[in-house]
């Protein structure tokens, strides 16, 4: 196969990773919001535990079909891993509970500067000046879209802190596991998923009972809530894999820049469905400066020089060991 072909193909099958985690994120979150604000459930912590435990049975059944070849993960690792995702679910379930919306909003834009440190600091990674100027235009796009008032206090501000650092450590991760130990995403998920599902089916409970005040046991259950929470879990499968998809193919930073674009189609979305209070003139603009981001962005870093790694990965791995929590990886 020629150069090109095999550019074209990977092109090919770039996109495709990217919209199928952008068309399951989009999903999720809208059948997500109709589940908790039409059908009151509000037991987020729990509903993401019923997600990984549906996605370790597709695991499980893709494991006895064959599909999924046995592979190694250390206990340790495991360990660390589940330890950043869960502190990244119930720490941005904590800052939403604690600080306005607005902060919560800007918390949640931080995660890019923090992955790229991340990179800089374990991989070794520079960025040019036009990498590092577009990713400010998505910074200010989205942070125009999204953040409104602007409140916060020392809990809320503690809370934010562990969310984006543990998050920017579990996306970081998934791409090292990958990498350290030739796992792909269904190896990946078949590790981790089940960890993660009785953990947080253990927790989640407790958590939401102290974040809501209501029990999940006695919620009313119909017929239809059931059915979204049905869609819910199954609309995660892809969620799951499509992020593990994502950021092994690419990094951490380039998910995080590339994947506001689902931020932009709930917005869209979400005045389709749910109303027009939520969209007008700024947040239209804020939505064409962080396209324009978005755009700038992936021309810039795909250029010679755009986001390099001056180290190699031995180097970058001794770093990782030194701080447990990451190691080099190739970018894309």
């Not at 990984?52 to 599909?67: H, P, Q």
């Not at 577009?134 to 125009?144: A, R």
Request: aromatic share 12%; hydrophobic share 50%; with cysteine.
């Amino acid at each position: 196969m020629s150069s090109s072909s095999k550019t074209d193909k990977k092109a090919a099958v770039d996109a495709a990773a990217w919209m199928f985690n952008v068309v399951t994120s989009v999903v999720i979150i809208l059948v997500n919001k109709a589940l908790m604000a039409t059908y009151g459930f509000s037991f987020a912590t729990t509903l993401t535990g019923m997600h990984f435990a549906t996605t370790t049975l597709l695991t499980l059944v893709l494991r006895w079909m064959k599909y999924i070849q046995p592979s190694h993960l250390p206990v340790s690792e495991l360990l660390k891993f589940v330890l950043f995702a869960n502190f990244s679910i119930v720490g941005m379930n904590v800052s939403l509970m604690w600080n306005s919306v607005g902060f919560y909003q800007i918390a949640k834009l931080t995660m890019i500067p923090v992955s790229c440190f991340l990179e800089v600091v374990l991989d070794n990674m520079r960025y040019s000046r036009d990498t590092k100027l577009s990713i400010g235009v998505v910074l200010l796009g989205v942070g125009v879209c999204t953040v409104t008032d602007v409140s916060v206090n020392f809990n809320g501000f503690l809370a934010a802190f562990v969310a984006v650092w543990s998050t920017a450590l579990q996306q970081y991760y998934v791409h090292y596991l990958q990498r350290r130990y030739s796992l792909n995403s269904f190896n990946l998920l078949g590790h981790t998923a089940p960890a993660q599902a009785g953990s947080l089916l253990l927790v989640g409970p407790f958590l939401d009972y102290w974040l809501t005040t209501k029990r999940v046991d006695a919620y009313p259950y119909s017929l239809t809530s059931v059915l979204f929470i049905v869609l819910s879990c199954t609309v995660a499968i892809g969620t799951n894999l499509s992020q593990f998809i994502c950021i092994g193919r690419f990094t951490a930073v380039s998910f995080q820049v590339l994947g506001h674009m689902k931020t932009i189609l709930v917005l869209v979305l979400g005045f389709v469905f749910f109303g027009k209070d939520d969209l007008n003139f700024h947040v239209i603009v804020g939505m064409i400066i962080a396209v324009a981001g978005m755009i700038w962005y992936g021309n810039a870093s795909s250029k010679p020089g755009g986001k390099e790694r001056l180290s190699s990965p031995a180097n970058s791995s001794t770093k990782f060991q030194k701080l447990e929590t990451a190691d080099a990886d190739d970018k894309v």
